[in-house]
Every structure is written in structure tokens, then in C-alpha cells.
């Protein structure tokens, strides 16, 4: 989370020149500037490593006026993709590599640097002058190996059978005096040490463990598919939405031609004196690379979509295929607190709508009756949508499987999760919307 972030003052090491850092990391945000890993006091004395608001990494430091910048060639801005980070200083010499392959630096000098040094505070998520250019997305297995240059390949490792890169245990280490291996999977201690050296870190803010890893990558809002005029905002590792303007459209970075399930929460109801509202639901594969997520663009929009209003029921589920335009009324409304689900039967084009475990138009996923969208669907990928109406219409916290709207955990989870964690019971054949599930069920 953008607000959170761990710290640990290290201790004398066993050699402040050399160390090697390797960190899965997964942005959720593009804007600004955003340190992840830092160390040090001040201005002017400290060493970060950060995602500049250009998408490249850099690493920068400033000791008493003295300065050097490393900024990478290579630009980092897949929402939708884990990176592995390994960053190798050797006496003053960095290396970056990135999923195991050589990235060029502009420059391949830090010399002396406030990482590793002894009585200095290392952040993780955080810059170290103040907390207005925090990290903003996921980590996993964050190690830090104190005196060593260690390869990737100690870290990661090429699937035999797809060739793409991927999470290994660490094994054989020597970490070193201050060295440590965060895996995050104690949702209690997420700063826990595992490298048996005891650096565990200080947790501060609202962070929170996600089942979104390197091994199992879970869709996410996708903020390179915004509504192109006024984007929504979105915000909690993109897994929440609060849009400004007209038909803030949005979709995620993973869609599927199976059965999928998601759950959205209701965190503000919208203003609806003047019909507006928030549609929750899924678009067809056909909706992309559409220019321009606009009302007076419908026809281009394949999707479901169930609005919730404070006070009115008008078009309170519908159905948009092509220039159709389904309205079922008489529907129940949602309103702040209520949670909102939605089955998508992608391969039969069927999309379900519940409001807090009660299907509207009397649908039934499992027995494929009463979906929102009439007589006929559309197969193919779908993907989880959502397209406010107005200007006044509420907030939205999303869990894809990771059991948190937002940064409250969910009161108790339902059953048939398959390994994912949801408010209310799973319909049979139906699975979450991540990488393990696409490569099963497509």
C-alpha cells in the first residue's frame, strides 16, 4: 500500500562495498517517483532506489553534496507482470539485472553509498526524507545478502516448459552480518527475517499480505485501459476505483474465456438524484482498443453491467451488446456496505450479477438461468468492468481473490475459493481470475 512501509537500522556489516539486493516487485501505480528500497537520514545523506515518473529504475545518492544518479535504459511499466529485481554492487561497481537479464545503467558507478553502512535506517516502500513518494504496489521475497555478489539464478530460475522467468527459494546463502530474507508470509509479522539472521523489519502503515505472488499472478484494475477523456482514479494497489467524471470506464489487467468470479464492496453510495451510479460487471474482448470509453460510444461496448443508485432503479441492470440495450427493473439496489459479484460465463457470453449473495433477475450460474443479458451471449474473453454513470457515484473496493476490499480483510470467507479467498460462496465451476486458473482452464 502507498501508506505503508517497513524500516530496520542495520548493524556493523560484514563489508559495507559489496551486497546484493533481489526483490519481485509488481507496480501498481505509474505516476510520480517511488522508492522502494532506501537508506539513510536525510537530503543529503542518503542512497534510494526508485521508479522514476518516467517508468525507469534509478538509483541516486547524495552524501554531503556528493552525488551520483544510475538511471536504467530499460523502462518498467507492466502493471500486470511481476519483475524481478537484482541490483549487485561490487566495491562501488552496480550491475542491474531485471528477470535474469543484463540491463544497462547510464551509468555504472554509486561508489561510496549509505546502504549497508552501520546505524543507518533502511527503508523498504519508503523515500527516507518523508513519506510523499512511497512505493505504490506488491513485493515478494525481498533478500538482502550482506558481502557477497550473488547471480540471479540463486533467486529465480526459466520455466522448463513456457521459458518464462520464476520465483526460486534461495538455497546456500551466505547472508552476511546484516543480510535477510523477507518472504512475507506471515500476515501477523510481515517483516519477519528468514534467512536465520533475525533482521526482521518494523511494519508501518496499512500493509497488507496479498495472495497476488511472482508464482500466482491475480488480475488487478488495469490503468493503461482507462477511459481515454477523464480517467478514474484508481487507488489500494488497484484494487480499488474512485472516479471523478462521466463514464470513468475501467477494466483489469486479466481477463478469461472460463468461468470467473470477483466481488466489489460498496465503500460510498453515489448521489442518485439525477440517476447516477456505478456498473459492475464485465466487457467483451471486442470493447479494446476502442478510442474513447464514452456514452455516445455504446455500440462499440459488449458487456453487463448491474448500476446501484440511492435512491432510484432506473436501469438497475441492463445489458449492452452491440446497439442493444436490455433494462431488467425492479432490482434490488445496492447501497454503502452492500457487496456486489459477479459470475462471468465467458465462454457461453453469460454474465451474473449478485447484491450481497442474492442474484438478481433470479440467476442462477450454476444452472446457467437468469443471467443479466437476455437470450444470447457473446463467447470469447471477458474481463471485469466497471463504468460509472454521473458525476457523484460512490467508491468501489475490488477483491479478485486476495481476500481484502481495500485494506479490510473480508468478515468470513465463503466456500469453493479453490485457493482464493471471497465474501460469499464461489458458484461451482467458477474460479477466481488469475494465472494459475488461465493456464488450467484457460
Excluded at 205 to 212: E, F, I, P, Y
Excluded at 319 to 338: C, E, K, M, R
Aim: glycine fraction near 12%; aromatic fraction near 12%.
Amino acid at each position: 500500500m502507498a501508506n505503508s512501509y517497513l524500516n530496520k537500522t542495520f548493524g556493523t556489516p560484514t563489508n559495507s562495498a559489496t551486497w546484493t539486493l533481489s526483490a519481485w516487485i509488481k507496480r501498481s501505480s505509474l505516476s510520480g517517483s517511488q522508492k522502494f528500497f532506501t537508506a539513510g537520514s536525510s537530503d543529503t545523506d542518503r542512497t534510494e532506489m526508485y521508479f522514476a515518473s518516467g517508468g525507469n529504475l534509478s538509483i541516486y545518492s547524495n552524501l554531503s553534496g556528493t552525488t551520483a544518479t544510475l538511471n536504467s535504459t530499460r523502462l518498467f511499466r507492466d502493471t500486470s507482470a511481476w519483475y524481478h529485481f537484482v541490483v549487485q554492487n561490487n566495491n562501488g561497481t552496480v550491475t542491474l539485472y531485471v528477470n535474469n537479464q543484463t540491463v544497462s545503467l547510464s551509468s555504472s558507478t554509486l561508489g561510496t553509498n549509505k546502504i549497508n553502512i552501520d546505524s543507518t535506517a533502511h527503508y523498504i516502500g519508503r523515500q527516507v526524507a518523508d513519506t510523499t513518494q512511497n512505493f505504490d504496489g506488491y513485493m515478494s521475497h525481498v533478500s538482502f545478502v550482506d558481502g557477497s555478489v550473488v547471480a540471479p539464478t540463486t533467486f529465480g530460475e526459466t520455466d522448463s516448459t513456457s521459458g518464462i522467468w520464476k520465483f526460486k527459494s534461495p538455497s546456500g546463502v551466505t547472508w552476511g552480518t546484516n543480510g535477510f530474507h523477507l518472504k512475507f508470509e506471515n500476515s501477523a509479522a510481515l517483516g519477519t527475517d528468514s534467512s536465520g539472521n533475525t533482521n526482521t523489519f518494523a511494519v508501518n502503515g496499512n500493509l497488507k499480505q496479498a495472495l497476488d505472488t511472482p508464482s500466482n499472478v491475480y488480475a488487478t484494475l488495469n490503468p493503461l485501459n482507462l477511459q481515454a477523456s477523464s480517467p478514474p482514479t484508481i487507488i489500494k494497489g488497484n484494487t480499488g476505483i474512485s472516479a471523478i467524471g462521466d463514464n470513468d470506464n475501467v477494466s483489469t489487467t486479466l481477463g478469461g474465456e472460463f468461468k470467473w468470479y470477483y466481488e466489489a464492496k460498496c465503500v460510498q453510495s453515489p448521489d442518485g438524484s439525477n440517476g447516477y451510479g456505478l456498473g459492475v460487471g464485465a466487457c467483451h474482448v471486442d470493447t479494446f482498443g476502442h478510442s474513447g470509453w464514452s456514452a455516445g460510444n455504446r455500440s462499440n461496448f459488449v458487456y453487463s453491467e448491474a448500476k446501484w443508485y440511492s435512491n432510484s432503479l432506473v436501469n438497475a441492470g441492463r445489458f449492452v451488446q452491440g446497439n442493444g440495450n436490455q433494462v431488467i427493473g425492479s432490482l434490488t439496489q445496492a447501497t454503502a456496505g452492500d457487496i456486489i459479484g459477479c459470475a462471468c460465463d465467458a465462454a457461453n457470453g453469460k454474465v451474473y450479477i449478485h447484491i450481497n449473495g442474492t442474484y438478481l433477475n433470479s440467476g442462477d450460474p450454476v444452472n446457467g438461468t437468469g443471467f443479466i443479458g437476455g437470450t444470447t451471449g457473446k463467447s470469447g474473453m471477458w474481463f471485469p468492468f466497471f463504468s460509472p454513470d454521473g458525476t457523484d457515484y460512490g467508491t468501489l473496493d475490488i477483491n479478485f481473490g486476495n481476500g481484502y476490499f481495500g485494506t479490510t480483510a473480508i468478515s468470513s470467507a465463503g466456500s469453493n475459493g479453490n485457493g482464493s479467498l471471497f465474501e460469499y460462496d464461489v458458484p461451482s465451476g467458477y474460479y477466481a481470475l488469475n494465472t494459475k486458473n488461465l493456464n488450467t482452464y484457460g
